[in-house]
């Protein structure tokens, strides 16, 4: 299993990003984040087909998963960012999409939102 995560920057709060992770082959996947000092938790998955979704309460309603799997590319779309939501982004190939586990990991993207 390959991962590979793009997509972070420095942004402001109230705007957007949009992170990739393009993986080897298709697979459950997610989305996870480890502020500095803290532990790497769940933010969003998405099953194979896409069309089960799963979020942590704190990015509801302002973070989508979505994937296309032609390309083996999942995304997660952030809106009305805050500076809480300043960490390093990881994907992850998941068990199961709600399970708020990863299993194998690709290197993380860095997402700062200034106040």
């Known amino acids: 299993v390959q991962l590979q995560a793009s997509g972070g920057g420095l942004v402001q709060a109230g705007e957007s990003l949009r992170l990739s992770c393009a993986a080897s082959?298709?697979?459950?996947m997610g989305w996870f984040r480890q502020a500095p000092g803290k532990e790497r938790n769940f933010v969003a998955g998405?099953?194979?087909?896409?069309?089960?979704?799963s979020y942590a309460d704190s990015v509801k309603g302002r973070f989508t998963i979505s994937r296309d799997n032609a390309k083996n590319t999942v995304y997660l779309q952030m809106n009305s960012l805050k500076p809480e939501d300043t960490a390093v982004y990881y994907c992850?190939?998941?068990?199961?999409?709600?399970?708020?586990?990863?299993?194998?990991w690709g290197q993380g993207t860095q997402v700062t939102v200034s106040s």
């Open positions: 082959g298709r697979y459950t």
């Open positions: 992850a190939v998941m068990p199961i999409y709600y399970s708020r586990v990863g299993q194998h």
């Open positions: 998405i099953s194979w087909s896409g069309t089960g979704t």
